[in-house]
C-alpha cells in the first residue's frame, strides 16, 4: 500500500503510518494527498486514486508559528487527518494513534515546552488530538515523571562505543552486527581503530571542555571480547562519570575474569538479556544460551554489585501468552535493577522477515501483562521508544526499580544530551538545546570500511564537535 504526496517533506512520517494500518503486500489500492496553502489556511485532501473517493480538510496555521514550527504543525496536521481517514475505511485503531515517531515521550514534552499543550493536560491532549489510546497516554505522563535525570547543558556529553560482534545472530536481529566467526581475523585491527578515535576524542574533549556525564558501550555483545581486550579498551576510557554501561548481553559469554576487568575500570551497569525463558524458544531463534547460563551470569553479577538490566521480548517466535508470563515471573523472582520490555520489530534485515508470524493477537496481551505485573511489583516505566515493523504498533519500555534509571537511556531516547559514538556503525549527536536543533554524524557501518576509513572517521568528528 503506497502514498504518493504533493510535497516529498511529508511524504515518509505519511507513509509510515499506512504501513501500521497495511501490510506491505496489500495493493487493493492507493492514496494521494495534496494541498494548497493561502496565507495561514490550508484546504488538504486525501484520495483513492483508483475509486476517486477522497475526505477533505480545511485549517489554519496558528500565525505565530516561523517556518520551521508551521511546517511541523502541517505534518501533524497531515497525519491526524491520513489517521481519521483510514481508521474510518479499516475500523482499526492504533495505540499511538497518528504518532509514527520513535519518541513519543520526547513529542510531548516538546509540545509542553514549546506552550502547545499544557502538562497537566497531556493525556488528554493526546488521546483528543493524536488519537492515543488513553492507557499509552497515561504511561506516556508516568515516565516523564520519572525522568528526573534531565540536565540540559550543551557542555555535557554521553560516550558511546560500538562493539559490533555477537557469538551468534539471532534470528529477529536487524542491527549491523558481525558473528564473531566471520571477523575474528579482524578483531584486533578494529580495536586499534577505536583505541585511536578515542584518543582522538579524549583531545577533543579536553580542547572544547566537554564534560563526560555517561559511558554505554553496546553492539553487538561487547563481552564477546577477551578479558584482555577488555582490559585494553576500558584502559583507555578514563572519565569520572556518573554511569559507565557495558552491554553483556549474552550469558554465554560471561565469565568471572571479565566481570573483574569491568568492576577493576568503574563499570556501575551491565545487560544480562535473556529475551526469553523458554529454551525451545532460544533454540528457534538461535540464540545458544542456556536458562542456567543466565541464572549463573546473573548471580555471578550479584557479587559483583553491578546493577543490571535483563531485556525481554514480546512475540518471539510461536510464543503463547503463557510462555510469556513465566518468562516474566522468572525475571521477577532474580529482582534486576532494570527489566525492558521489547516488542518484537522484524525489520528487512532479520532472517525471519516474511516467514508467518504466529500469535501475533497476544502480544498486546503481553505488553499489558508486563506494565500491570510490573507496577504491582514496584517497578516504573522511565522510557520508552518504537521501532518501526512492531508487533500491533507497540513500543519498547525500560522499568527501573528503587530509582535506578540509565541515564544514558533517558539522555538518548529524549534527544537531550550530546553522543560522542566511537567505532564502526556508531552515530554521533550534537544537540543545540538552546536552539533546539539536532545534527547527526555517522560513523562507517561496517567493519572493513571502518578500518579503512578511520582518519577520515576521526577528521569528522573532530570536525562535526569544534
Not at 51 to 80: A, C, Q, T
Not at 85 to 98: C, R
Not at 249 to 259: C, F, Q, S, V
Not at 351 to 359: V, W
Request: glycine fraction near 4%; hydrophobic fraction near 35%.
Amino acid at each position: 500500500m503506497k502514498i504518493s504526496c504533493q510535497t516529498e517533506d511529508f511524504e515518509k512520517d505519511m507513509q509510515d503510518l499506512v504501513n501500521l494500518f497495511y501490510s506491505e503486500a496489500d495493493e487493493t489500492f492507493s492514496l494521494s494527498h495534496s494541498f494548497s496553502l493561502t496565507g495561514n489556511d490550508v484546504e488538504s485532501e486525501i484520495k483513492v486514486c483508483e475509486s476517486g473517493e477522497s475526505f477533505f480538510k480545511v485549517f489554519s496555521v496558528p500565525k505565530e508559528f516561523d517556518e520551521l514550527r508551521k511546517k511541523s504543525f502541517l505534518k501533524r496536521s497531515f497525519k491526524n487527518q491520513l489517521y481519521e481517514f483510514l481508521n474510518k475505511k479499516t475500523g482499526k485503531s492504533l495505540p499511538w494513534g497518528s504518532l509514527t515517531g520513535v519518541r513519543p515521550t520526547k513529542f510531548a514534552r516538546d509540545l509542553v515546552e514549546r506552550g502547545e499543550m499544557k502538562a497537566h493536560l497531556i493525556s488528554e491532549t493526546l488521546v483528543r488530538d493524536y488519537f492515543v489510546s488513553m492507557e499509552k497516554a497515561k504511561l506516556t505522563v508516568q515516565i516523564l515523571n520519572n525522568q528526573k535525570c534531565i540536565i540540559k547543558n550543551d557542555k555535557l556529553v554521553d560516550l558511546f562505543i560500538n562493539i559490533p560482534i555477537c557469538p551468534t545472530r539471532c534470528n529477529y536481529c536487524s542491527f549491523i552486527s558481525n558473528e564473531l566467526w566471520t571477523v575474528k581475523d579482524k578483531v584486533e585491527t578494529y580495536l586499534e581503530c577505536v583505541f585511536k578515535e578515542l584518543e582522538a576524542v579524549k583531545n577533543l574533549v579536553a580542547e572544547k571542555a566537554y564534560v563526560v556525564r555517561t559511558i554505554y558501550i553496546g553492539g553487538g555483545t561487547p563481552t564477546v571480547l577477551t578479558a584482555e581486550q577488555l582490559e585494553r579498551l576500558l584502559s583507555k576510557i578514563n572519565y569520572p562519570v556518573s554511569e559507565f554501561t557495558v552491554e553483556c548481553g549474552r550469558a554465554d559469554t560471561i565469565t568471572r575474569e571479565k566481570l573483574e576487568v569491568l568492576k577493576r575500570h568503574g563499570v556501575t551497569r551491565i545487560s544480562i538479556n535473556p529475551q526469553t525463558f523458554c529454551e525451545a524458544t532460544l533454540k528457534r531463534i538461535g540464540r545458544k544460551t542456556t536458562n542456567k547460563q543466565v541464572f549463573d551470569a546473573y548471580m555471578l553479577a550479584m557479587e559483583f554489585d553491578f546493577v543490571v538490566n535483563m531485556d525481554l521480548i514480546a512475540g518471539l517466535s510461536e510464543e503463547r501468552l503463557g510462555i510469556f508470563k513465566r518468562t516474566l515471573s522468572t525475571t521477577l523472582e532474580l529482582y534486576p535493577h532494570n527489566i525492558t520490555v521489547h516488542t518484537l520489530s522484524v525489520k528487512n534485515a532479520a532472517q525471519i522477515r516474511g516467514q508467518e508470524m504466529k500469535y501475533q493477537s497476544d502480544v498486546p496481551k503481553m505488553v499489558k501483562h508486563a506494565e500491570k505485573t510490573l507496577l504491582e511489583n514496584g517497578y516504573k516505566p522511565y522510557y520508552l521508544y518504537r521501532q518501526k515493523h512492531q508487533v500491533g504498533g507497540l513500543e519498547n519500555v525500560g522499568y527501573c526499580r528503587d530509582e535506578n534509571v540509565c541515564i544514558f537511556n533517558v539522555d538518548s531516547m529524549e534527544d537531550v544530551s550530546s553522543v560522542i559514538a566511537v567505532g564502526a556503525g556508531a552515530i554521533s549527536k550534537r544537540v543545540f538545546n538552546i536552539e533546539n536543533r539536532i545534527e547527526r554524524q555517522p560513523n562507517c557501518k561496517f567493519i572493513t570500511d571502518y578500518i579503512e576509513r578511520i582518519d577520515e572517521m576521526i577528521e569528522k568528528k573532530v570536525k562535526f564537535f569544534s
